[in-house]
Structure formats: structure tokens, C-alpha cells
């Protein structure tokens, strides 16, 4: 079996990052939104452990434990207060949110 390269690793990363981009700019679903941030804090720790594993240190894999638990803690954040917005508003659309607008 052939062994992937880092560049494939890093070529993905960069796909699934420029993806997640791409939905925060161009949808408006507020869930949506927060799913595409996922997504490339996602890419970005894919980045991280091919680099990792590419120099043979565990500590890029190490890390990106925590940063996956931080992801966890902020994904249960982010998702209640979406839910509050929600009961608050009756809508997930982003241009009809306007909370923090004078």
C-alpha cells in the first residue's frame, strides 16, 4: 500500500479550510455558519498532525487533543446560544438577527 504524502494531507487541509470559508461568507443559517467554523478548525488540526507526524513529534498530536476539547466546550457555547436566539427571535438567518446592531 502506497504511503500518502504531506502534501496530499496539507491539499486536503487546504480544501477543507477554503470550504468552510467559503460557507461562512455565502450562507446564512446561523448553524450552518458555526458548522463551516468547525470545519476549518478542523482543517487546521489536520494541518497539525501531518505536520506532526511528518517529523515524527507527538507533541502536534498532543495538542490537538486539547484543541478538540476546547472545540467540544466552545461547539456546546456556540450551540446554546443559537438555541437562546432561537426562543428569542423564531429565526436562525443571520440577516434577521440583530442584537448587536445599534
Known amino acids: 500500500m ?3 504524502g504531506l502534501n496530499s494531507y496539507l491539499a486536503l487541509s ?3 479550510f477554503t470550504i468552510g470559508v467559503i460557507g461562512v461568507l ?3 443559517n446561523v ?3 458555526f458548522m463551516c467554523i468547525e470545519l476549518m478548525l478542523n482543517s487546521v488540526n489536520l494541518t497539525l498532525v501531518a ?3 511528518f517529523l515524527g513529534n ?7 487533543f486539547f484543541v478538540m476539547a476546547v472545540a467540544a466546550a466552545e461547539a456546546a457555547v456556540g450551540l446554546a446560544i443559537v ?4 426562543r428569542n427571535k423564531q429565526t436562525v438567518n ?3 438577527i440583530n442584537l448587536m446592531k445599534w
Not at 58 to 64: H, N, S
Not at 83 to 86: C, D, E, P, R
Open 26 to 28: 455565502t450562507r446564512r
Open 14 to 16: 487546504a480544501m477543507l
Open 83 to 86: 438555541i437562546a436566539l432561537f
Open 31 to 33: 448553524i450552518i455558519v
Open 51 to 53: 505536520f506532526s507526524s
Open 58 to 64: 507527538p507533541t502536534g498530536q498532543i495538542l490537538v
Open 94 to 96: 443571520i440577516d434577521e
Open 2 to 4: 502506497p504511503e500518502i
